[in-house]
């Protein structure tokens, strides 16, 4: 995001004050429209096989096992609760993360697309994505997964070399990656996602390159590039605190990822956003939902969602944050119907706010049209057409200010990668 987030808000501020137009809460879409009453949905599944080094998510290892059908009426209580809340009609994407989903039955995803189905629309041709570690998705498996509504998958493959692997705490192999994308190919052919690492610790270039490489022989219409981003409280952090391996270097990663970006650009694929890249046509609807800011609700423990809650009388779009803990959060969805423990409310300049950092990801950037659906009276010509900052990041080549052509605004350069999944 080339603009802070404080200063572009003043910035905003500031056009009203001129235009004598007070600042108050507003949700961007009014409550009778269509747009308000639609939504992504993402639930979270929160245990996994093993914590990753690098990972600081909200998950969990089950020791002594998971209780699978109390969670599952969890989640759907929890589903009914929010989209009944969110007066939500239609329901444009499904997303199962986590942890790792690959983990839960199918019959737990199927109980979980059925509830959406019984309280608002959810068209045939929705897009219904799991996440996927390779060694808990055989190919059976994934046909089953398939059978119960899910219709793109999202590998997690992170590194096609294994020693690579190991220092991540991945508990799968190259060869194992390998062979799950090919079945997932196989069973959802055009709507596989991967993911790959750079960055890493005494990763070099030209092996990294090649892993690409091999991955692009391989690969479906869809890949996440993310960079390593050292979390505090993981192994890794601490291996690299105590000297156990080298910190990664940022001016290498950089380099990777550029070189990375041409070769994808080279293979047909088009970077829509700053991670994430595809070929086809084959974009990511579910995330495209966030950067377009969009409503979506989560389902969940620790699940983030951001929507106008109607049914309380609400006119303001809140960012919502549910309990981390699974136990914890069942507990108060088996109470309450829902486990949120934290209710934010956006005022207006704080949702202009997302609506730039979001939309500033992604290749298209901000529109007019997107624009106003936000903020009906000041362009983004009003805002930020004379601003001198923006005058410098034009003159600098970061970014393009267009009001000839409606208004449009967006990097003219990438930013360096982060960690929103594909």
């Not at 041709?125 to 793109?152: H, M, Q, Y």
């Not at 057409?385 to 990041?393: C, N, Q, T, Y």
């Amino acid at each position: 995001m080339v603009l802070p987030g404080p200063r572009a808000r003043g910035l905003v501020a500031a056009a009203r004050a001129a235009q004598g137009r007070r600042v108050g809460s507003a949700e961007g879409s009014p409550r009778g429209d269509p747009a308000s009453r639609r939504a992504a949905l993402y639930v979270h599944w929160p245990y996994c096989e093993k914590r990753c080094s690098y990972c600081n998510f909200n998950k969990y290892v089950a020791r002594g096992g998971v209780d699978e059908a109390a969670l599952r009426r969890c989640l759907v209580t929890e589903a009914h609760t929010l989209l009944a809340l969110g007066g939500v009609h239609r329901v444009d994407s499904v997303f199962f993360g986590g942890g790792t989903p690959s983990l839960a039955s199918p019959h737990t995803v199927a109980a979980l697309l059925e509830a959406v189905a019984q309280v608002a629309h959810l068209p045939a041709d929705s897009e219904v994505t799991l996440e996927v570690n390779p060694t808990s998705a055989p190919g059976s498996r994934l046909a089953e997964f398939g059978a119960a509504g899910v219709n793109r998958l999202s590998i997690g493959l992170q590194s096609l070399d294994d020693a690579e692997l190991q220092l991540l705490g991945r508990t799968h192999s190259a060869r194992d990656a390998l062979r799950t994308l090919a079945a997932a190919r196989r069973l959802f052919p055009g709507r596989v996602s991967v993911d790959l690492m750079l960055g890493l610790p005494g990763q070099q270039l030209g092996p990294w390159l090649g892993q690409l490489r091999e991955l692009l022989r391989h690969c479906d219409d869809h890949l996440s590039l993310y960079q390593l981003s050292l979390e505090r409280g993981t192994a890794l952090f601490a291996q690299v605190q105590r000297g156990a391996v080298p910190a990664p270097d940022p001016e290498l990663a950089a380099e990777m990822y550029a070189e990375g970006r041409a070769l994808l650009r080279t293979a047909g694929f088009r970077q829509y956003e700053v991670s994430n890249f595809a070929r086809r046509g084959a974009l990511s609807t579910h995330n495209w939902t966030y950067w377009q800011c969009g409503q979506y609700l989560g389902v969940g423990p620790g699940a983030h969602g951001r929507f106008v809650p109607h049914g309380a009388g609400c006119h303001t779009r809140e960012a919502r944050i549910q309990t981390l803990e699974p136990d914890n959060w069942m507990r108060e969805v088996i109470q309450f119907g829902h486990g949120t423990r934290k209710r934010v409310p956006l005022d207006e300049l704080e949702l202009l706010e997302e609506v730039l950092a979001m939309g500033l990801r992604t290749d298209v950037g901000i529109t007019h049209q997107h624009w106003r659906q936000f903020e009906s009276q000041l362009t983004l010509w009003d805002v930020f057409g004379a601003s001198e900052e923006v005058k410098r990041l034009q003159e600098q080549g970061l970014l393009l200010l267009d009001h000839r052509q409606g208004h449009w605004m967006r990097t003219a350069r990438a930013c360096n990668p982060c960690s929103l999944r594909g």
